[in-house]
DNA sequence: ATGATTGGATAGTGCCACTCTCCGAACGGG
DNA sequence: CCCGTTCGGAGAGTGGCACTATCCAATCAT
């Protein structure tokens, strides 16, 4: 199909396509004459994931690139791909340094992952993210010991439990890929908007009857 | 205490400061003369929370102003303070309209609220950004049925749960509505980076013993 | 008295996701 | 074969946003 078909089946526009081949989002259609070009149902796959990563998951142009990347990089095995592909992805700004709060911050998370049993996986962005919002709880002086970390703890083995059974269902190694990134970054809105519907469900529920 | 003073017990420069005086994230200090202003601890907990939700929680520095101008509106009763603070939140674009997926998305969400048992509210963004999520998720091809979104749910129940029993341990109405709004902002990147520790401690269980 | 500091205002910076505009080559109906 | 239309590509420009650099006059400390 051309860049018009394109754009038209994937509702994004000529211009933002031309911009996301410029910055390697999508690989360049295969050149039928000196200016024209074809794009099969790949890159229709491939041009919808981005705008859902780079629209949905707010992840930055430069950033979709790198996890897109790898998650084609066929060069090397399964697991290293999928760690690749999800380091890349946000995740907030990595902890300051030197600071009283950050290290309460980074013995409560340990803590937390030792007593859900899970392996301490050192070179972990998540692990950075994590450190660096406890800091920030606890320079605002809002509590986030271990007892009250762990429901939010269970709460997400639960969902992730889930999710690799549900990526184990898809076959090809590259669709397994895809589909890992997609359900880690377009889950999250998912999770944090049914959050925010209990908190209101759970608020009107205690402090109030109407309304 | 003066400009520099809080400047420096916060750890935002003064021009910062300045600007979110100008934008109104903080009320002005008391003047003391022509060309001097007075703050208070009370100045410092608001700055220290503004730059939270703006730095941590992403939050633009306009729609932190409405968050906290209803945060400290004492003209109106507890739930609709909340109800007003965590409205103005953030919540992605909401969705786009005639479109099967958005339609789909909708039953979905609405199933899974009647199946959970959560009485619908109507005007929750949230219920926007979760019918917008899942629509995305629908037009690429990943499956997101009532039957996925449950242990989602249940998670996101159990969690507010916790929240809202923690919150109603403050005392003051104004200091409980900080704490909502800052709790609801902050845990979100603790839940999304425990998810990602949780799912990456789930592959390395499943995909690969080493590493 | 006087140099430093303070608070306030205005204009500018840097980043980023697009988007406008132009170009020359190719397609295609008549 | 002709010529208006469409195509892909490339560089510069736009708008939004979170700051930030600079300046100014009043005031404080010595």
């Known amino acids: 199909m051309r860049l018009a078909e394109l754009s038209e089946r994937s509702g994004v526009s000529i211009t933002t396509i031309k911009y996301y081949l410029r910055e390697g989002l999508l690989p360049p259609g295969e050149r039928v004459s000196a200016t024209q070009a074809e794009y099969d149902e790949e890159h229709l796959r491939r041009l919808r994931l981005a705008r859902a990563l780079v629209q949905v998951g707010r992840v930055p142009v430069a ?3 790198k996890v897109l ?3 084609e990089d066929e060069s090397v095995d399964q697991l290293t791909r999928l760690g ?5 992805l946000p995740h907030g700004p990595a902890p300051s340094g030197a600071d009283g709060a950050v290290d309460a911050a980074r013995r409560t998370a340990e803590e937390v992952q030792r007593r859900l049993g899970w392996r301490p996986v050192p070179g972990n962005p ?4 994590l450190v660096s919002a406890l800091a920030t709880l606890i320079r605002l002086g809002y509590p986030c010991d271990v007892d009250q970390l762990l429901p939010y703890g269970r709460a997400a083995a639960a969902i992730a439990g889930h999710e690799i059974a549900l990526i184990e269902e898809f076959g090809a190694p590259t669709t397994q890929l ?5 359900l880690t970054v377009l889950y999250e809105p998912v999770l944090l908007s049914l959050r925010r519907l209990a908190q209101a469900e759970e608020a009107t529920r205690r402090f109030g009857t109407q309304t």
Chains 1, 2 share one sequence.
């Not at 895809?178 to 997609?182: F, G, K, N, T």
């Open 69 to 71: 990347a790898a998650v």
């Open 84 to 88: 690749t592909a999800v380091s890349a």
């Open 178 to 182: 895809e589909a890992a990134v997609a």
């Open 126 to 129: 998540a692990h950075g993210m």
């Open 63 to 65: 950033t979709a690139r």
